[in-house]
């Protein structure tokens, strides 16, 4: 008897030191949306319940290892045990019980992280190798930085021009898939103002560890504000005609994991010099290159295969590229003698 009590109080020791050390390691990064709670609230259970186990399996059997260790002169074989029902139905019941209550616990803290606002601002995002791509549609524009204003809840609409990706940022928990040929949703409601980062958790080609985004919450009249000042570069982007500045800002957006600059070999072939070069195409075709070619590469790249390539696995409509926006990666182009 006394053992037993031993032990029991053993468990307890242990299982709530094992919690405090747990919690101690600092293992989430900060809350940031509205959907960490219950998600948070959760682990926190399930660290609780691991605790208590782990200290269940370890005590008594460290303990025995101890207290009934062979005595010096002891040779005979231990008592023989013969099975315990009443031991063995309890095993079996209380943990499926345990696990039927986490089943619940687990439904029901889904419910509260889905829950829909019909009021949620709906953003696009699009995943292509290696980037994002954010479109508002309710405002007409688009940017790489992903802005948010801070307790209201948005509605991503997610695409993916090429492989599986995954949307996340830590402090927001929730995790989304981003899948080719279909469109993915999930729902964040921003809880603190801040600089966040969005990254891709699904690992997607070389340049993975990079594909990163910078997400901003900010108050609805910081958001207001970026809105009308992006609407305006927007427009004076549309009233003047293609500029290379503006060209070389989109090249290292979009197309420089691929293409260099500077003559080296990458993905995809240099942009250096491209303008007036002969181009040998996988059917044998050769050419000296126009504006007309470099466009078509582009909007069309199954159509003419660089020799020596595979087709350029990228989407310039899919990732919001216009028409203007062409016109200044050619303009930029142009400048790589
Ligand atoms: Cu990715």
Redesign the pocket.
């Known amino acids: 008897m006394r053992r037993i009590f031993v032990v029991a109080f053993l468990v307890v020791l242990v299982a709530v030191l094992v919690f405090l050390g747990l919690n101690a390691l600092g293992l989430l990064p900060e809350q940031a949306a509205a959907q960490a709670e219950p998600i948070d609230w959760l682990l926190n259970l399930e660290l609780m319940v691991i605790s208590f186990l782990f200290a269940l399996i370890i005590v008594p059997l460290v303990y025995s290892l101890v207290a009934f260790r062979r005595k010096p002169g002891e040779t005979g074989d231990g008592e023989h045990v013969e099975g315990n029902t009443r031991l063995e139905i309890g095993w079996t019941v209380i943990p499926l019980i345990i696990v039927l209550i986490f089943a619940y616990l687990g439904a029901e803290n889904l419910g509260r992280v889905r829950r829909a606002d019909p009021q949620a601002m709906q953003v696009q995002v699009t ?4 980037g994002w791509q954010f479109k508002y549609p309710q405002y007409g524009i688009r940017s790489q930085e992903l802005y948010l204003p801070v307790n209201e809840q948005v509605l991503f609409k997610m695409e ?1 021009t090429d ?4 949307f996340w940022v830590p402090e927001f928990r929730v995790k989304q898939d ?1 899948v080719p040929g279909r469109v993915t949703e999930v729902r964040i409601t921003p809880s603190r103002v801040g600089r966040y980062t969005l990254m ?6 070389t ?2 560890a990079y ?1 990163n985004a910078p997400v901003v919450v900010v108050s609805r009249a910081e958001f207001d504000a970026w809105v009308a000042e992006r609407q305006a570069a927007a427009a004076a982007a549309a009233a003047s005609g293609p500029d290379a500045a503006r060209g070389e800002e989109k090249y290292l957006m979009y197309c420089k994991a691929c293409h260099s600059i500077d003559g080296s070999k990458g993905v995809g072939p240099t942009w250096r010099g491209l303008l007036g070069e002969q181009v040998v195409l996988t059917d044998g075709t050769t050419f000296i290159a126009d504006e007309a070619y470099i466009l078509r590469s582009i909007k069309e790249p199954a159509s003419q295969v660089v020799a020596g390539y595979p087709p350029m696995a990228f989407n310039a409509e899919a990732v919001g590229l216009t028409d203007a926006d062409l016109a200044d990666i050619v303009e930029f182009i142009k400048t790589l003698k």
């Open positions: 995943g292509y190798q290696w993916s492989v599986i990706h995954s981003l891709c958790s699904e690992l997607c080609g340049q993975h594909m």
